[in-house]
């Protein structure tokens, strides 16, 4: 594939994929991009241009096809800012901007790379991240014991770290961040959002299914769909459900209008002893089929069935079953709505930085649909 194409301008839906990634710089507010190339960059300058076409300034720094990422870089130096983001080519995530920056004022290191936690065993460990946030261990190798997260580069820095590297050819990540552990100088900011990448063939499907960009919604289930019981009460059988005024309208029209639906729901009635997983299980299946016969469709539901203090890492206000559908669903959430009725639904949302729905009675699931499907 890339004999005649560099690995950045592989097409996904007739758009090369470092199209994508402007394309999420320019909505994360920066305007300014300095490309580093070597490997048949004509193609990439013929493409992008001065990056007007795209709404934001394009420089170019090219240099032999040799060159490391380290050497890249310090031949650029004179283009370099004195505070910049520092992104690979090839790896694509939802920046969350604002939480982003924020860690690294409020860390106040040289230096904050992006660490993919890794819960999947989607790549191979390179990290370890230890208190406050500092990375501990750096190995490239990828062989030390105790890593757990990957390096995904989308990295803040001080230009003052790359005057570090020498002259000869090197890679940044082995020469710097070593250096930067030691001082405690290299941040990491930990993501449960996976990464994309266009730099192994394995996962090219993930990526083509990623950037497809499926409209898609998440929802709460008590309160959303169906009406919510008193604290510490649960609905456990069919007779206790008792659908929302709209609701059924509304699952409908996300999907005659092509949105992935997925429902999760804390369900600690389950820990508690007022229903088993059985009982859950057959609620969730009368539930599909009123959906069904309304014309709507779930792709699937998510249970967290922990007790309130068990600390897991799926019970809301936690994030873990949105993260759980994003891996499952190749979403990406930046683009997704969670709609709840609950303030710890909008804190998982947060954690997760995605757009986030309160549903109430001035704002039913139906209004808050309409609202999705005009977007369209």
């Known amino acids: 594939m890339t004999d005649h194409c560099p690995k950045p301008m592989i097409p996904f839906h007739g758009r090369p994929f470092l199209e994508y990634l402007i394309e999420l710089l320019r909505t994360r507010g920066f305007d300014r991009i300095l490309l580093l190339l070597g490997y048949l ?17 394009i420089q170019y720094h090219v240099t032999p096809v040799e060159d490391d990422t380290g050497s890249r870089v310090r031949k650029a130096l004179p283009h370099i800012e004195p505070l910049s983001l520092l992104l690979y080519c090839d790896n694509y995530w939802p920046i969350p901007w604002e939480q982003l920056w924020q860690q690294f004022v409020q860390l106040g290191t040289l230096a904050q790379v992006t660490v993919y936690a890794n819960r999947d065993g989607y790549s191979r460990d390179n990290m370890c991240i230890g208190p406050n946030n500092l990375v501990t261990i750096y190995d490239k190798t990828r062989q030390s014991t ?29 020469e710097i961040y070593p250096q930067l552990v030691r001082n405690q100088q290299l941040a990491a900011f930990l993501t449960e959002h996976r990464y994309y990448s266009v730099g192994d063939l394995r996962r090219l499907p993930l990526t083509e299914q990623f950037l497809a960009r499926q409209p898609a919604v998440i929802l709460d289930r008590d309160g959303v769909l169906n009406q919510r019981m008193p604290r510490a009460h649960y609905v456990r059988h069919w007779d206790e459900w008792h659908w929302l005024p709209g ?7 996300l999907r005659d209008n092509g949105f992935l639906v997925v429902i999760i729901t804390n369900q600690a009635g ?4 007022a229903m088993t997983l059985d009982d859950l299980q057959q609620l969730h299946q009368r539930m599909q089929v009123d959906v069904r016969q309304a014309g709507g469709h779930i792709d699937a539901i998510y249970y967290c069935p922990h007790d309130w203090n068990e600390g897991c890492f799926c019970r809301k206000p936690q994030p873990g079953m949105l993260f759980q559908a994003q891996r499952d669903f190749h979403l990406d959430l930046s683009r997704t709505w969670f709609l ?6 909008g804190e998982a949302a947060r954690q997760a930085a995605m757009p986030f729905g309160m549903v109430d009675p001035d704002h039913p699931l139906v209004w808050w649909i309409n609202r999705l499907c005009n977007r369209l």
Request: with cysteine.
């Open 247 to 253: 609701a059924l309208d509304a699952l409908r029209q």
């Open 41 to 57: 960059s004509d193609q990439i300058i013929s493409h992008f241009g001065d990056g007007s076409r795209f709404g934001v300034t």
């Open 146 to 174: 105790g890593l757990q997260g990957v390096d995904i580069g989308f990295l803040i820095a001080h230009r003052e770290i790359f005057e570090q590297l020498p002259e000869e050819n090197c890679s940044l990540e082995k």
């Open 270 to 273: 389950v820990a508690r002893g």
């Open 340 to 345: 709840g009725d609950d303030e710890r639904d």
